[in-house]
């Protein structure tokens, strides 16, 4: 029988200790589920995306990019990695959640980045062509950058970040793979975000 699953690409000798790290972050892999946080700061992490992912955040070629300079009323800053499996089981939901973000009208107001935490860009590379693309920003974090400045949480975990006079306050966070219902998880943060739920909503399957 073929092996329908491409190899996983070789690992270069520097990167070991990397990957060491990265192992002992991913924890248990068991969800959490999502809870609300108190009102707290996160960190603006700075980015380094292209042009085409800096256009996708809303965000001027050329111009100095973090979290806190994405024009958006709430964030979703997504980690994941290329060696996490539950990262890659929760993608299909994870898409559902980015396009019922754009059915239900919220893109922009709404926006999700990914950081693929220990992953350079080949691995990069190798996680959107596994899952056929995807259509929000996966960015590497090769050497745990902003991994390490969030806490060196387990890996998936998903935030909610709502952005107000350029500072940053945490609203939800979740640990472990995302089994939510996307309208279900996107009403929850609309009402974090005080925005009636009922005002954005559109019919599934457009």
Not at 10 to 34: C, E, Q, S
Not at 107 to 133: E, K, N, P, T
Not at 166 to 195: H, M, N, Y
Request: charged share 20%; with cysteine; glycine share 10%.
């Amino acid at each position: 029988m073929p092996n329908l699953h491409p190899p996983a690409p070789r690992l270069r000798r520097a990167a070991l200790p990397v990957l060491l790290t990265l192992v002992l972050a991913l924890g248990p892999w068991a969800g959490t589920g999502f809870a609300a946080q108190a009102p707290a700061a996160f960190p603006d992490l700075p980015l380094n995306p292209n042009a085409q992912q800096a256009a996708a955040l809303g965000l001027g070629p050329g111009e100095p990019a973090s979290l806190s300079r994405i024009p958006a009323q709430a964030l979703l800053v997504l980690l994941v990695s290329y060696f996490c499996p539950p990262c890659h089981k929760e993608m299909p939901r994870i898409k559902d959640l980015e396009r019922r973000i754009r059915e239900r009208g919220l893109a922009g107001r709404i926006r999700l980045i990914g950081l693929a935490v220990g992953d350079d860009q080949a691995l990069v590379a190798s996680f959107l062509a596994r899952h056929g693309g995807l259509n929000f920003p996966l960015l590497p974090d090769p050497v745990l950058a902003a991994h390490k400045r969030l806490g060196n949480p387990v890996v998936p975990t998903l935030y909610a970040v709502a952005g107000q006079g350029g500072k940053l306050r945490l609203v939800l966070k979740r640990e472990g793979e995302f089994v939510e219902d996307p309208d279900a998880f996107l009403d929850t943060l609309l009402r974090a975000l005080s925005i009636p739920p009922g005002a954005t909503k559109t019919p599934r399957g457009k």
